[in-house]
Nanobody, 119 residues
Framework: QVQFVESGGGLVQPGGSLRLSCKVSGFPFSEYWMAWYRQAPGKARELVAF?????????TYVDSVKGRFNISRDNAKNAQYLQMNDLKPEDTAVYYC???????????WGPGTQVVVSS
């Protein structure tokens, strides 16, 4: 059974940092490109960043988070991470991890972790 368990969210002031974690089970993690997604209130879920399989050498970010967010993975732990720096109010959303792919076709979403950026 494919499972994603996200953690690390919280309330942070603008300019602050958070590190999100995602524990994965139910499929061969190292063989898949992985991603972080987010869904802000009243908006559709969107891709934030993705990372290549195996050594994770290739990473890509949506323009709005480039230079502020860093995606990484630890295949030995079946885990991936999102380091978020210089957070802005527009980063407020529920953050999810999943395989990299078309959002509407992805299965087994986890509960996500809430990030609120506010003073």
């Amino acid at each position: 059974q494919v499972q994603f368990v996200e953690s690390g969210g919280g309330l942070v002031q603008p300019g602050g940092s958070l590190r999100l974690s995602c524990k994965v089970s139910g499929f061969p993690f190292s063989e898949y490109w992985m991603a972080w997604y987010r869904q802000a209130p009243g908006k559709a879920r969107e891709l934030v960043a993705f990372i290549s399989k195996d050594d994770g050498r290739t990473t890509t970010y949506v323009d709005s988070v480039k230079g502020r967010f860093n995606i990484s993975r630890d295949n030995a732990k079946n885990a991936q991470y999102l380091q978020m720096n210089d957070l802005k109010p527009e980063d407020t959303a529920v953050y999810y991890c999943n395989k990299f792919g078309t959002i509407g076709l992805l299965e087994s979403w986890g509960p996500g972790t809430q990030v609120v950026v506010s003073s």
